[in-house]
């Protein structure tokens, strides 16, 4: 299968870097390679550094990359520092991060990702490590509503996790489309009309496998850190938990002087690391959602290094 993705809020997350010619960028969530690119095209003696934890991806990107100033590394984008480190590269200019799942791991019914396509129940973005179907079989009934209720904001999460385990006792659950037929049946009628009764398990299993939101805390200082002074951290989210994260993140870089606001002067010295670049998160136009509907919930934050 092509690896096809169409990449989200594409012109506003280019602008958002301010591209130099001669800068060193890292696109640390490659896919498709469209906004890698994208960064490698407005390069002229720079160097973009393409990162994806996806062996298919990377593959794509080194393919698709090939006639640039570019470098593909396979490897999770919370590991960067290492990454760039073993390529003798101290600083950087500007680091992207486009978070989530992309379209080639949603419709590649075989990696197990969608609810739409019968296939085992897997979810691995790197192919490697414990797959959603050893979490569905293992864990806990209190492991699974946890899992369901923190990163799904699934409101029947004890239910779906109880029908799991009870119906696993009979016969392992392997597939996606068994795991879909288990939760829909924990749904009531009425509340089927929000969209597919699996769509939140199968968002929270897949946080779950890929650590999803562990890895964004664990790159997020580490990514500030490695740029240069006014370097740009740019990061495209999918859903309130990953947003969150990243705007209270930016909360903190921005934020100066700590001391009660009783004191006469500042005695803290505490200085405002960083600038947003805008005061919003960016969405989608409406002439991208007519065409990318998967661009619907995504949000653009962006900060620049002081």
Known sequence: MEFKHISVLLNETIDSLNIKPDGIYIDGTAGGAGHSREIAKRLSTGRLIALDRDPDAVKTATE??????????????????????????????????????????????????????????????????????DLINTLSVDELTKIFRDYGEEKFAYKIANNIVRQREIKKVETTTQLADIIATCYPAAARRDGNPARKCFQALRIAVNDELGS????LDMAFDMLNVGGVLSIITFHSLEDRIVKQRFKEYCTGCICPPDFPVCVCGKKPRGRLQFKKPVTATEGELAVNQRSRSAKLRAIVKL
């Open 64 to 133: 698709r990359l090939k006639d640039y100033n570019a470098t593909v590394v396979q490897c999770n984008f919370a590991d960067m520092k290492q990454a760039i480190d073993s390529l003798g590269i101290d600083k950087v200019d500007g680091i992207l991060l486009d978070l989530g799942v992309s379209s080639y791991q949603l419709d590649n019914g075989e990696r197990g990702f969608s609810y739409k396509y019968e296939a085992p129940l897997d979810m691995r973005m790197s192919q490697n490590g414990i797959t959603a179907a």
């Open 216 to 219: 964004l805390e664990r790159a």
